[in-house]
């Protein structure tokens, strides 16, 4: 028997889910209202030199790759099993579409970081 | 070419309105979608980060708009929303624990999971804020 693939992607599925479960709502609020209003959080707390220093760290570029790539691995999931609920029938395209789209923007962010170099 | 015209049933995608738990159950599925809007946020911060000093300010004036931050306020109240439907489907979904012979409450392991949530963005927030250049 052809051994299924699901196990992987709900695996992804679920790790992304339980990190943004846990730290998702604190990440939002800081990056997308704290710092951006200066907010209980100086407005230069993610200015070039610091976010350049945080990214260019191994534990700091680790943990930006993981939440990127497990966010979107989680979201797409869900999104392709929804498909269903909506009545839309999914085939190889929907799967390519979400899938791969959660890979090609994984590698972009993977890319994106190894480039700043360490 | 097939020549099979299998029947499919014709389906309303709103069929989940009348009901408070599917329309809970969608509301939950929906939370994806922001999700992995708020994931491509970040990776756009991240490609910007890459492409230099100027990009990057551009990406973080952006985030200051306050179309932006209306986004965000949305986005941080569904995150709340699946945080709590996170942790509230968590009884079905993970493997069965047992206390003294008995199941754990599904109330004891929801509770549980946004408590530990709850310190840890707490915690999360205090060393972001703890962070010197």
Redesign the interface.
């Known amino acids: 028997m052809k051994r299924s693939n699901a196990p992987i992607f709900w695996s992804l599925f ?1 790790a ?3 990190l ?14 704290a ?3 200066g907010f ?2 100086p407005r230069d ?9 945080f ?1 260019q760290n191994w534990a700091g570029k680790g943990f ?1 790759f993981v ?2 790539a497990l ?2 691995w ?6 392709f ?2 498909l269903h ?3 839309i ?1 999914t085939g190889v395209v929907a799967k390519l579409v979400c899938y791969g789209g959660a890979l090609a ?1 994984t590698l ?2 993977a890319a ?2 190894i ?2 170099g360490f | 070419m097939s020549n099979r015209r299998p029947y ?1 049933r014709p ?3 709103w069929w ?1 309105r009348s009901d408070p738990f599917f329309v809970r159950y ?1 509301i939950r ?5 922001i ?2 809007a ?6 756009w ?3 910007r ?2 492409q230099g ?1 100027a990009a ?2 551009g990406w ?1 004036e952006a ?2 708009s306050p179309l ?2 209306a ?3 949305l ?2 109240a569904v ?2 929303y ?2 709590w439907s ?2 509230s489907i968590m009884p079905k ?1 993970m493997p069965l624990i047992l206390a003294s012979g008995r199941r754990l409450s599904p109330a004891v392991v929801t509770g549980t ?1 946004v408590a ?2 709850a310190i ?3 915690v ?2 205090l060393l ?2 703890a ?1 010197k ?1």
């Open positions: 679920g992304g889910g339980m943004s479960a846990l730290i998702g709502p604190a990440l939002v609020f800081i990056t997308g209202i710092v951006p209003l209980l959080l707390h993610m200015n070039y030199p610091r976010m350049l220093a990214a930006i939440v990127i966010f979107l989680h979201g797409t999931h869900r999104i099993h929804s609920d909506l009545g029938h923007l972009i962010a994106s970081l480039s700043l | 499919v389906m309303d995608g989940w969608m599925e929906a939370t994806s979608v999700v992995v708020y994931a491509v946020v970040l990776l911060g991240a490609v980060l890459a000093e990057y300010n973080l985030l200051r932006s931050v986004f965000h306020a986005v941080l995150f709340l699946h945080t996170w942790f979904t999971g530990v949530s840890l963005c707490v999360l927030f972001v804020l962070m250049p």
